[in-house]
């Protein structure tokens, strides 16, 4: 996240995570990367470093709607990523157990902390295009990933296909009457959506075509455990290999969840499956961004990405699915 939350204390999120992971932090600062979730850099007193990430509960739709069931579901795929490294995967970066052997604390009234060794390596942007020997390595990693399964078969979450805030996406398609409540980059927002609303539509109805298309053939059987964003930006380069961060979204699907984000996969797909992730992805993104800049908000870093994202969202679907331009 770009913005860091007003109401989280350093000193006080460091006490705690020095509590409960018996750890002696003497420094921790803000670092404003990534999305999703909130991070602090952190050093002990024996100059070890880890990496802190803060979710808010509030805003994790895809996992559940209450900050009670979206902890427990955080917790769920928190622990699905200790197993799969327990389980001999090494490329999986998974939390450290705190002094309880959880993975994962509230902290605050709508927030949990997880606490991460500090691995020092590098990334790729979201839509860089990986070199040969990377997407190579990357669909090894998937295989290997998708055949750990068994491993995990009862504690990984069920993948839920459907579009997390899609009420609200379709609620603001409905034209002027549509609640807005307010804030400096609402009227930027609505001029985007405006020109594309049964563009939009016309998307929902053709995901609704595609989730019944690839039901209709998918059996219990073929569900494996997924990542579920393992874009560029979620693999750390560590010692020349690759590892995977961000298992919140991890979860049983069928294996087109992961492999539509490798450009360049040839191998064995549904194409029906990696259409309607593609398509799944996109909409999700832009009810999220929408719903940002529906409600009441203030102008900063994390809202004028929201607007910059429903722009390039719009054009990027507008390019795959035959919009002409608004």
Not at 158 to 174: G, K, N
Not at 270 to 288: F, M, V
Request: glycine share 8%.
């Amino acid at each position: 996240m770009r913005a860091r939350p007003a109401d989280v204390d350093d000193r006080e999120l460091g006490a705690q995570v020095s509590r409960e992971w018996k750890l002696d932090l003497v420094d921790i600062r803000y670092v404003a990367v990534g999305g999703g979730s909130h991070h602090w850099q952190a050093r002990d007193a024996s100059g070890r470093d880890y990496w802190l990430n803060v979710d808010d509960l509030d805003c994790k739709p895809f996992l559940a709607s209450t900050p009670e069931s979206t902890f427990e579901a955080l917790q769920r795929a928190l622990a699905t990523a200790v197993a799969l490294r327990d389980a001999g995967l090494e490329f999986v970066v998974a939390p450290l157990p705190s002094g309880t052997g959880a993975c994962v604390s509230r902290f605050g009234t709508h927030y949990a902390v997880s606490a991460y060794p500090c691995l020092t390596g590098t990334s790729r942007g979201f839509d860089e295009t990986l070199p040969l020997a990377e997407r190579t390595e990357l669909e090894q990693l998937l295989a290997r990933l998708h055949a750990a399964t068994p491993s995990v078969r009862d504690l990984a979450p069920p993948w839920r296909l459907q579009i997390a805030l899609r009420d609200e996406l379709e609620d603001a398609l409905v034209g002027p009457s549509s609640r807005w409540t307010g804030g400096p980059l609402l009227e930027s927002a609505r001029a985007l959506i405006a020109p594309h609303t049964r563009d939009v539509q016309s998307a929902l109805v053709q995901f609704d075509r595609l989730s019944q298309a690839v039901a209709e053939t998918t059996a219990a059987g073929d569900l494996v455990v997924t990542h579920g964003e393992p874009h560029p930006a979620n693999l750390l380069i560590v010692g020349g290999r690759l590892h995977l961060i961000d298992w919140d979204t991890v979860a049983l699907a069928p294996p087109e969840r992961d492999l539509w984000l490798v450009r360049g996969f040839g191998g064995k797909a549904n194409r029906a499956a990696l259409d309607l992730y593609r398509l799944r992805w996109q909409l999700l993104d832009l009810a999220s961004f929408v719903d940002t800049l529906r409600a009441r908000h203030v102008d900063n870093a994390d809202t004028r990405h929201a607007l910059r994202a429903i722009d390039l969202t719009l054009s990027t679907m507008g390019r795959q699915l035959g919009w002409a331009d608004g």
